[in-house]
C-alpha cells in the first residue's frame, strides 16, 4: 500500500495558485490592529456597501434558504434581457463573472489548444487556459495596454479563444470602439473572443462600446460582466455573459446546475433596477481618481490614468512599501505577478479612504 496522495496532471501541478488581496480579517489578526481600523483598497471592490433595497432582497430570500436556487435564473435573465435587449437564451449566469470565464475555457479548450491574452491583463485567463491543459499565449503590451495588432497576429490554427480585458486589471488601460470593432471583424469566427467587461459600469457613458449589440454579428463573441463592481456585490458572486445562444448552449452543458445561488439572484435583480446606485457610484470614482492623481501628483509619483476603479501607482521598492503600508493598516494590492514589480495597484475607496492611504503613503515613501 502506498502512502502518497494521487498525482494531478503536469498542467495541473505547475499551476501558480491566484493570491487574492489580503482581507480585513488576516490584517487584523495578523498584526493585531482593530478591524475598523483598516482601509481595504486591494479588490477593486465598491466602498459604498450595498444599497438599502439590495440588503432588503438578500433578507427576503434568506428565508427560502432551505430551497435550491433557481438553476436556470429565470427572473435575473429576464430582467437583463430586457434591459439589454438579447434573448434570455443568449445569457449565462455565473458565480461572479469569473465563472463565466472559467466555464469558456471548459467548454472551448482542449489539452494542447491555445488562447491569447496580453501581458498584464488579467490573472484569470493564463490560469483558467492552463487549468485545461491549453498553452497560454501572451502578447506583449503596448503602453501598458493591449496591443491589438499583435494579438491578432499571434492568432494561429490552434487558436480557440482570445481574452480582450476592457478596461483592463491592473493597469487601467482601455481600447475604443472604434478599435476594438475592427480587431474583433478581424478575428477568424471558429476562435471565440471572450471580452471581459468587468468595469464597463465605470466608464463614462461616452466611453462605452456597444460590445452586447455586437454579439447579434459576431456569433464568436462573448461579452462577460459582473455584479461585483460597480454593482457592489461581491461578496456574493454573480456575474453573467452574453453570448451567441449556441455558445451559451455550451457553456450551459459545463456548468454547475445550481452554480449562482439564490441570495445572489435576489440582489443582482434589485442591483439591476437601481441605476442611481450605480451612477452615484461612477461619481464617487471618478472623483476618488482624481484625487489620487493629485495625490500622486503631489508625491511625485508617476501613475498611469484609469478606466476602471482603481489605479497604478509606481513607487520602486513595491514589496517594501506595500509592506509599511500593511503595518499602518492600509491594504492595497502588489503586483509583481502581473510583471509589474515596481508599481502597487490602488482601488479607489472613500474620500477619507483615500486621504488615509496618500498620507501614509508619503509617510512610506519617506516624503
Ligand atoms: C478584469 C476582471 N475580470 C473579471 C473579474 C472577476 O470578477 P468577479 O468574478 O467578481 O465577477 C475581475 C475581478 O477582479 C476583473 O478584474
Not at 499583435?150 to 470602439?177: C, K
Amino acid at each position: 500500500m502506498t502512502t502518497a496522495a494521487p498525482a494531478a496532471p503536469a498542467y495541473v501541478r505547475e499551476l501558480a495558485r491566484y493570491i487574492p488581496g489580503k482581507s480585513i480579517e488576516d490584517v487584523a489578526r495578523d498584526l493585531h490592529l482593530d478591524p475598523k481600523s483598516i482601509v481595504k483598497l486591494a479588490s477593486n471592490e465598491n466602498p459604498r456597501g450595498p444599497s438599502p433595497g439590495v440588503l432588503a432582497a438578500i433578507a427576503a430570500a434568506a428565508a427560502e434558504a432551505t430551497r435550491y436556487p433557481d438553476g436556470n435564473g429565470f427572473a435575473l435573465k429576464a430582467a437583463l434581457s430586457g434591459r439589454l435587449g438579447v434573448d434570455p437564451a443568449q445569457i449565462v449566469l455565473g458565480n461572479g463573472s469569473n465563472d463565466i470565464l472559467e466555464l469558456a475555457t471548459q467548454a472551448f479548450l482542449r489539452p494542447g489548444d491555445e488562447a491569447i491574452y496580453a501581458q498584464h491583463a488579467f490573472a484569470v485567463y493564463p490560469l483558467a487556459t492552463r487549468a485545461r491543459g491549453a498553452i497560454g499565449v501572451e502578447v506583449p503590451a503596448k503602453n501598458f495596454g493591449h496591443d491589438l495588432p499583435r494579438m491578432r497576429a499571434a492568432v494561429t490554427p490552434r487558436t480557440r479563444i482570445v481574452f480582450v480585458a476592457n478596461p483592463n486589471n491592473p493597469t487601467g488601460t482601455f481600447v475604443a470602439a472604434a478599435e476594438l470593432l475592427a480587431f474583433i471583424e478581424s478575428i477568424p469566427p471558429e476562435v471565440l473572443l471572450v471580452l471581459d467587461e468587468a468595469y464597463n459600469e465605470y466608464l463614462e457613458p461616452a466611453d462605452r462600446c456597444d460590445s452586447v449589440g455586437w454579439v447579434a454579428r459576431f456569433p464568436n463573441l462573448l461579452v462577460s460582466r459582473t455584479f461585483s463592481k460597480a454593482h457592489g456585490l461581491a461578496a456574493l458572486r454573480i456575474g453573467y455573459g452574453v453570448m451567441n445562444a449556441d455558445v451559451a448552449d455550451m457553456l450551459n452543458r459545463v456548468r454547475q446546475p445550481f452554480n449562482v445561488n439564490a441570495l445572489a439572484q435576489a440582489a443582482a435583480l434589485a442591483a439591476l433596477a437601481d441605476s442611481a446606485y450605480v451612477d452615484a457610484s461612477r461619481a464617487l470614482n471618478r472623483t476618488g481618481l482624481a484625487q489620487l492623481a493629485a495625490g500622486f501628483a503631489a508625491l511625485g509619483l508617476p501613475s498611469l490614468p484609469s478606466h476602471g476603479n482603481f489605479v497604478l501607482v509606481k513607487v520602486g521598492d513595491a514589496d517594501q512599501v506595500y509592506q509599511r503600508l500593511l503595518a499602518q493598516g492600509v491594504i492595497v494590492r502588489p503586483v509583481a505577478n502581473y510583471g509589474l514589480p515596481e508599481w502597487l495597484r490602488v482601488s479607489v475607496g472613500l474620500g477619507a479612504e483615500n486621504e488615509r492611504f496618500l498620507a501614509v503613503l508619503a509617510t512610506a515613501m519617506g516624503r
